[in-house]
């Protein structure tokens, strides 16, 4: 077994490091010993900002957007298209659509999607409040931007008939966006080209 050769509080920063999406133990060590290497440009200021996050940044309560403000940004802002809805399953999708520009209307956030094999069903998901949304009136589209797999294609039809009866039109992302693919990984143009020739659903 490998000593350590660091004292408790570096490793935990490590253990915390390595947590991150695409940092594994090794690259972990690295970015800790960078940010310990610049304590005062880099450590400082980014643990002042995490504090800073961990006391503001909170979930809005209409579409599942995170932001410092209830509502957030997005749905406070009145230039916004509020007869359009468009649902995604995380929030980083919603960043990867703000990013490319390619619509100005209000989201909806799934927080993930339909995953029996996972024990994700409906009531895991923001589908009621989503459905709510559309009843009170208002909406007259919904655009169902979730990712091209199994799961995501499986939450669009369960998505689709629970507004079914409701009186709005249900469309969604062209077929530009890769089976497969992930709304996060995609190029800005790529997304800009999938709204603008959204189909039917």
């Not at 399953?89 to 989201?107: K, M, P, S, T």
């Not at 923001?126 to 199994?150: D, H, K, P, Q, Y």
């Amino acid at each position: 077994m490998p000593r350590s050769v660091t004292g408790p509080e570096i490793e935990r920063l490590i253990q915390l490091l390595a947590k991150l999406p695409g940092l594994g133990p090794r690259s972990a060590r690295r970015a800790a010993l960078h940010l310990i290497k610049k304590k005062d440009q880099l450590l400082v200021p980014l643990a002042e900002a995490m504090d800073v996050a961990v006391s503001s940044i909170m979930v809005c309560e209409t579409c599942g957007n995170i932001d410092t403000t209830n509502p957030c940004t997005i749905c406070a802002d009145p230039r916004r298209d509020a007869s359009t809805i468009v649902v995604v399953e995380d929030v980083a999708d919603l960043w990867a659509l703000e990013r490319a520009g390619a619509i100005n209307a209000r989201y909806h956030v799934l927080g993930g999607a339909l995953s029996p094999l996972d024990g994700i069903g409906p009531e895991e998901l923001n589908i009621n409040r989503l459905v709510g949304r559309v009843a009170s009136g208002g909406v007259g589209e919904v655009i169902l931007a979730v990712n091209a797999t199994v799961e995501g294609q499986t939450t669009a039809h369960y998505i689709m008939d629970q507004l079914a009866g409701l009186g709005v039109k249900v469309s969604r992302l062209a077929h530009g966006v890769p089976v497969g693919g992930e709304l996060d990984y995609l190029d800005e143009g790529t997304l800009s080209a999938a709204i603008r020739q959204r189909t039917k659903f």
